[in-house]
């Protein structure tokens, strides 16, 4: 019996890659397209691919390699097979190259790039625009040859055929190019080195890739690419072609509009979760209203089918309201080691302080991320907590102790009822307040606010008994006698 997953018949796993040119950080489209290649892939059980296409020498630098694999490995994109590097790969560019002119679908062509410029600028004067014309792939035989012995520098150029490109793009549809708009490409320099569309097919053919998802800026290379494949012989891959991303003012998102590097998300306290949530929103739905998603959510629901044509729009707010979503709903455990470094590095705390007392600080960040929009307004909010002494701010003081003299009594009224309630829980501290301000006839928020201000400094803060749990019966009291005091 043949072994049935033997046969050619077995469906292919969808191979999909993403291939950044290292020259500059991850920037929030690159990690936009590899994180739907890395869905699609994970949704359809395929494989993902990681390229760096550093055949520009010039612009390529190992320091923007390095930031490309921090960037994914911060989201938690990884690969699942070794890291390809094109230039590692010029010997079979230049091999699938010479095989398009040994299989007759390139020719030599022995023009100068001083002699095409002089034509090109000819052209230009005419007002027309320049394309090859074809000389060379209309030289004898016997003269190309005598070119050849003779050592002539030659470039590979690929014969475009008449007809029409056509593909089922996932994002667009059906697009069709008339061959008579593209030009005979050079696909080896004279040099011998290729192309970018030739280096780009060899290598997808080489790595098996199944479908290309890149920027929908690449679409004017698809043509030329799809007749390569076809005259190597290869399979031609499905194509998505990803929608361009614009600022709020629909302008085409640059650094004018802000941060564009996910590491300065990253320094943000942005949380990978939610910048991966707000990244897929970048030109695919998941259908309804439907917004906040975990990654296996994420993984579960992508398909080609939410994938949409017009320009994302880059929307930081929307970022920022996604990450206190995700702040929210983050299990406890996997927030605390990623707000403590913050804390530390805030100079508010340290490491061993905060894992003395676990149940206290797993509390107090529970409370604080309810009103945070990222880490860095925990670690603000904070501060009342893990310091001796707090600083009143100016703004709480003007708004709550407008009259000090009153504010002052309020507080001692207060003060006395904490200090004599029989019990330092949330709800014998209610009691105790709300009782007295019955006692007075005063609304409850006339002792909450100006309390909370002796308390925090601050005009915003959890609610008034979980603080005064938080800081424990001696560090409350004492707090409420400086207030006093600075108010008299
Ligand atoms: N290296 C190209 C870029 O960074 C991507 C090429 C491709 O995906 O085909 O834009």
Known sequence: MPDPSATSDAPVRPRLRFAPSPTGYLHVGGARTALFNWLYARHTGGQFLLRIEDTDRARSTEASTRAIFEGLQWLGLTWDEEVVYQGANLERHRRDGERLLAAGAAYRCFCTPEELDERRAAAEARRETFRYDRRCDRLPVDDVERR???GMPYAIRFRVPAGTIEWDDLVHGRIAFPNKDIEDFVVLRSDATPVYNMAVVSDDIAMRVTLVMRGDDHISNTPKQILLYRALGADVPGFAHLPMIHGTDGKKLSKRHGATAVADYQGQGILPTAMLNFLALLGWSPGGDREIMTLPEMVELFGPGGLQRKAAVFDPQKLEWMNGQHLSMMPLGELLPRVTPALVRAGLTTADALAAQPEWYAALVDLLRVRARTIN?????????????????PEAVAKQWKDPAASAALLEASRDALAASPSWTP????????????????????????LRVALTGLTVSPGIFDVLVLLGRDRALSRIDAAIRHLR
Do not use: M, N, W
């Open 148 to 150: 050849v012995a003779a």
């Open 427 to 450: 709800e014998a501290l209610e009691s105790a307040l709300r009782a007295l301000a019955e006692s007075r006839a005063i609304a409850a928020g006339k002792l909450f606010q100006p």
């Open 377 to 393: 307004d925990i670690v603000r909010q904070a501060e009342p907590y893990l310091c001796e002494t707090i600083t009143y701010d």
